[in-house]
């Protein structure tokens, strides 16, 4: 084979990856019925699979993917970040245009101590995962790559198409193509999440980090790739550089993506070599080489990033130590937001928590687009796990597909039976407002869309009927909020089951007053 | 618009005809037989595409009102995501029939929607209309808001315009499949709420004065023919149903010409008077169609 294949390989790779990554989100829609592992893309992490089990302290085994990438570094090293994982390709693809759109890039050489970031994040998210905070998810890059398709991207396709099929609708000769997208492609309801802007703007900064390095988050931010630096530190497939060709003209070092090539160009930092094959070709003697054996290049002592100081690796735990009970402690200190409603399937707050991954999955899937990233509605730590916004999208009283794609199971699949006694929150009426309440007017609108059986919702009265609503029914799936014609917030809200969030053990609203689940 | 003008006319005339009717009623002699103004066909028995074609049959045949060539809408009810047997919707089986017929009395396209008050996907797939209708050789689509037409109403009481889903108004003939339903506000749900499945407005707001919106809207858009599902019929807890319980069958379905006569006959299946539905109630006192049993010529078809 020649070594320029070599290059091509990876590249075909790293498309295919990214390419079955952004197809698969995308896929993720109702009904779910194509035989795809919907869910797979956030259980190849092996860092979410740490944190998530240590800060719910249960083997999740649906993490079982995860163990492939394990194998795969132990064998081949990082393999996985350069030919693998979708934000490497994402960010090699915004490297390459960095490069052609700023010429000068700074040169590659670098102060190695910033690659203890990574793995001091590392060891702060152990840590807070330990302390059932886990926040992996945040920067882990098969958490951040689903969230961001699924609460940015695919919106803003779908927004796009939206609008444009709309003009295309005042082009007669088009007006068929149009409607055809339209039944097919665009959901019926079309929304931007409140937090798309950030997400969105998280990723864009990554890339741009390219600005300052090519894979600049993989070398200094990725905690996963810090965890995969540790497992693959070892492995017997490497880079060899045979010396005798070697002239030590550092054309493999300046082409090197991850700066793992130190030295002259022999020697290389197996932690950081993320095997792209680029110094194959680089190398005009045909020095370089990838293979298993003993002849490995030796370790590159410049960029050896594993090998923290003792003193970061204290300061690190111990502030980690301190801050993660306090914020643990803070979060729950602050005042509830009684609008807070989880997805149904959802364990504990506690344990939910602890599970959630982050991943956006179920906020993808969510077939009126309801749910919705959290910001600090569920505390600091609460940031981007999901919540239902009635307003914008009900709970569909028999739909189950975000219970389907939860990786971490932090939502439990709900058969359509369980559905039905899903509690999630409870509908309280505001009688200053509600039309036949306030204004005695006939409406019953939130009465007519009560989907439980009998309805959770009553109209009563003599003359004119005035809603009330029958707490002992309610299941929270808040459409009677949603449908509710009262101009701005409307005349009925749901509130969150308070007991989910802040009442450990308490009574209250919620599945424990009803008996539970299953129940 | 062809459509509209000419239902239009053809209500004036038969609201003229009742209310010269009723007038002379007031001043007929006691135990004269007042004159007919609409035919109900009842069907009963589970054959629903030869119950249906016998019912046509009564009133003129079907190619009365469809004409070769013509574009014609069945519009069910798939308001909600239940599935048939729940009786939240219409019954496949009566949607699957009617599109047969209609292309059977040579309508060169038959088209099924509704515009549905949850998620339009699950509760086309749900109800199994999608299937049934497309099986049938029906052109299954969404009603896209976005594609709404504002039609007016001049003679509106409580609403003086309403946008419609544009499509709408370019068929020739507009079959109207309601399910029969209990109903909070509107006593039950028939053929009149139905219509109000092609609306692409907010629809909540017309939940105010709801009974005299939905007589001010049935003038404008006035179905060719109203075909009341009482197969199963939803007797508590409407319009979303949710138990089998609340479910009775009755496989009887009605066929007329008349919507007001057939949500007026409708509400015998439930046992209640016709004033008992207050949009019966609201037709009759504004003379649109026949409210009265009384006024329609009955007939039974079994099969």
């Not at chain 1, 590159?300 to 090998?307: G, L, S, V």
């Not at chain 1, 602050?334 to 807070?340: E, G, K, R």
């Not at chain 1, 509710?484 to 409307?490: S, T």
């Given at each position: 084979m020649p070594l320029g294949a070599w290059k091509w390989l990876r590249r075909s790779s790293q498309f295919a990856f990214l390419v079955a990554a952004c197809a698969l989100v995308v896929a993720t829609t109702y009904p779910l019925e194509r035989d795809l592992p919907y869910d797979v893309i956030p259980r190849f992490s092996p860092l979410l699979a740490v944190t998530a089990a240590a800060a719910s302290r249960a083997i999740i085994a649906a993490f079982w993917p995860a163990l492939i990438v394990v194998g795969l570094t132990l064998l081949f090293g990082r393999a996985f970040c350069g030919w693998v994982c979708p934000v490497g390709t994402a960010l090699d693809a915004g490297d390459f245009l960095i490069g052609k759109l700023f010429r000068k890039r700074k040169r590659e050489g670098e102060t190695v101590r910033h690659r203890r970031w990574r793995v001091l994040l590392l060891i702060a998210l152990v840590v807070f995962a330990a302390f059932g905070i886990p926040l992996a998810g945040w920067f882990d890059p098969l958490s951040l790559f689903p969230r961001t398709l699924a609460a940015s991207v695919v919106p803003y396709a779908a927004l796009a198409l939206d609008k444009t099929t709309l003009l295309l609708y005042k082009v007669p000769p088009l007006e068929g193509a149009a409607f055809a997208i339209r039944q097919r492609v665009v959901p019926e309801n079309v929304t931007l999440f409140s937090g798309h802007a950030l997400i969105a703007a998280a990723f864009v900064g990554l890339v741009l980090l390219g600005l300052i390095r090519r894979r600049f988050y993989c070398r200094y931010v990725c905690p996963t790739g810090a965890l995969l630096a540790f497992v693959g530190w070892a492995s017997p497939f490497g880079r060899r550089v045979a010396a005798q060709e070697c002239t030590e003209c550092k054309r493999c070092r300046n082409v090197c993506r991850t700066g793992a090539i130190g030295g002259c160009g022999e020697t290389t930092a197996q932690a950081e070599c993320n095997l792209c094959m680029d110094c194959l070709t680089a190398c005009r003697t045909q020095a370089v080489s990838f293979g298993f054996?003993?002849?490995?290049?030796?370790?590159?002592?410049?960029?050896?990033?594993?090998?923290?100081k003792r003193r970061d690796f204290l300061v690190t735990a111990g502030a980690s130590l301190a801050a993660a009970p306090t914020l643990f402690a803070a979060d729950r200190g602050?005042?509830?937001?009684?609008?807070?409603i989880r997805p149904p399937g959802a364990r504990e707050e506690d344990e939910f928590l602890a599970r959630c991954i982050r991943c956006g999955e179920c906020i993808r899937v969510c077939l009126t687009q309801g749910l919705a990233p959290v910001h600090f509605e569920a505390g600091l730590t609460g940031l981007w796990t999901p919540r239902l916004v009635p307003r914008v999208g009900y709970c569909e009283y028999l739909c189950t597909l975000c219970t389907q794609v939860c990786p971490s199971d932090a939502l439990e699949q709900l058969s359509e039976e369980q559905k039905k006694k899903e509690v999630i929150g409870l509908a309280v009426i505001d009688r200053t407002r509600c039309l036949p309440w306030a204004k005695n007017e006939d409406c019953n609108v939130c009465e007519e869309m009560c989907p439980t059986a009998p309805k959770a919702i009553e109209l009563r009265g003599r003359g004119r009927l005035k809603p009330h609503v029958l707490a002992e029914l309610c299941v929270g799936c808040g459409i009677c909020e949603y449908a509710?014609?009262?101009?701005?917030?409307?005349a009925i809200r749901v509130v969150g089951d308070p007991t989910r969030v802040y009442a450990a053990g308490g009574g209250g609203l919620g599945r424990r007053y009803r008996g539970g689940r299953a129940g | 618009m062809r459509i509209s003008r000419r239902e239009f006319f053809r209500n004036l005339g038969i609201a003229a005809g009742a209310a010269v009717l009723v007038g002379r009623e007031a001043l007929a002699a006691e135990g004269v037989a007042p004159a007919k103004t609409a035919n109900v066909i009842v069907c009963k028995g589970t054959n629903y595409k030869a119950l249906l074609a016998r019912a046509f049959a009564k009133i003129g045949g079907l190619k009365k009102f469809v004409a070769s060539g013509d574009r014609v809408l069945v519009k069910p009810n798939i308001a909600w995501d239940r599935k048939p047997e729940y009786a939240a919707t219409t019954n496949p089986l009566v949607v699957a029939a009617l599109v047969e017929l209609c292309y059977g009395a040579g309508a060169r396209e038959v088209k099924v929607y509704d515009n549905p008050c949850v998620n339009c996907r699950r509760s086309y797939a749900s109800s199994g209309i999608a299937d049934a209708a497309r099986d049938a050789g029906a052109k299954v689509s969404y009603?896209?808001?976005?594609?709404g037409k504002t039609v007016k109403i001049p003679r509106g009481v409580a609403v003086k315009s309403a946008k419609i889903y544009a499509d709408v108004l370019a068929n020739d003939v507009i079959v109207n499949v309601p399910i029969a339903k209990d109903h909070s506000l509107t006593g039950l749900t028939l053929g009149m709420k139905n219509l109000m499945g092609i609306l692409v407005e907010n629809r909540g707001r017309w939940h105010q004065q709801i009974n005299k919106k939905l007589v001010d809207l049935a003038q404008v858009i006035t179905p060719t023919l109203t075909v009341i599902d009482a197969t199963r019929i939803l007797t508590a807890n409407g319009p979303t149903g949710g138990d089998l319980r609340y479910v009775k069958r009755l496989d009887k379905i009605i066929v007329t010409e008349d919507v007001t006569a057939a949500d007026a006959y409708a509400a015998t299946l439930f046992g209640l008077e016709p004033t008992d539905v207050g949009v019966v109630k609201e037709a009759r006192r504004r003379g649109f169609g026949t409210a009265d049993l009384a006024r329609m010529a009955v007939s039974t078809v079994e099969v």
């Open positions: 054996g003993r002849e490995r290049a030796p370790e590159n002592p410049t960029t050896w990033a594993p090998a923290i602050v005042t509830p937001d009684l609008f807070l509710c014609p009262v101009e701005g917030p409307a | 009603v896209d808001t976005a594609l």
